[in-house]
């Protein structure tokens, strides 16, 4: 319940307070079909999980620090985000083998490849750990680029800036071979995850 009442206020927020565009629904669509597919999308702003969240329109598991589970609001929220905690610090097993079960169990999750937000908007080298991810589960992984967010509100921004169009382009399903995902050396992982950031870099906006 508590994540469809976000998805719906996120839908309002974005629609109408960002003019929310979204191209290549039909792509979207086709991933539904999958169920276990990995989005993958740029980083650039506070904006980027619900949005991609609401452009894909289905319930999402999304990730997020670790430090924001602790305690707080926040604490009791993100878990009824469908949101799995991550150590950004050092490597997290367990929330590897959970993004893997929720993939293999059909269903979709959101990672940007980045690991962070961009500070000055453009698409930065991807983790080796998508990789890795992308490895353990073959699953197909749907690149998304968002183009506005960081206009609407960058990481240095105090306020967002309403009325900013905010535009989600959706690119082609990608589904990598067995010869590519045999691999498991860090260099493998790495190449996978720098195709998949080519991937997002390749997406147009529309």
């Not at 629609?15 to 276990?36: D, P, Q, T, Y």
């Not at 319930?59 to 924001?68: H, P």
């Not at 980045?114 to 080796?128: T, V």
């Not at 960058?154 to 071979?177: A, L």
Request: charged share 25%; glycine share 8%; aromatic share 12%.
């Amino acid at each position: 319940m508590w994540y469809w009442i976000g998805f719906s206020c996120a839908w309002l927020l974005f629609r109408i307070g960002f003019r929310l565009k979204i191209v290549g629904k039909s792509r979207i669509k086709e991933a539904w079909k999958v169920g276990g597919v990995l989005i993958v999308a740029n980083h650039t702003s506070f904006f980027d999980p619900p949005v991609v969240g609401v452009a894909y329109g289905k319930k999402t598991v999304f990730l997020a620090r670790k430090t924001l589970f602790k305690k707080g609001f926040f604490a009791w929220l993100y878990p009824r985000l469908n949101a799995i905690p991550v150590d950004q610090e050092r490597g997290d097993m367990t929330s590897l083998k959970r993004i893997i079960k929720e993939l293999r169990n059909g269903n979709p999750v959101l990672i940007f490849p980045e690991g962070e937000r961009s500070l000055d908007g453009e698409i930065h080298k991807g983790e080796a750990g998508v990789g890795l991810i992308i490895a353990k589960s073959k699953v197909p992984v749907l690149p998304m680029r968002v183009f506005g967010a960081y206009e609407a509100l960058s990481k240095e921004s105090k306020f967002p800036k309403f009325f900013t169009q905010i535009t989600v382009c959706v690119g082609e399903m990608i589904q990598f071979s067995e010869d590519q995902l045999k691999n498991k050396s860090r260099e493998a992982y790495q190449e996978i995850s720098d195709k998949t950031i080519e991937a997002i870099e390749s997406i147009e906006r529309a």
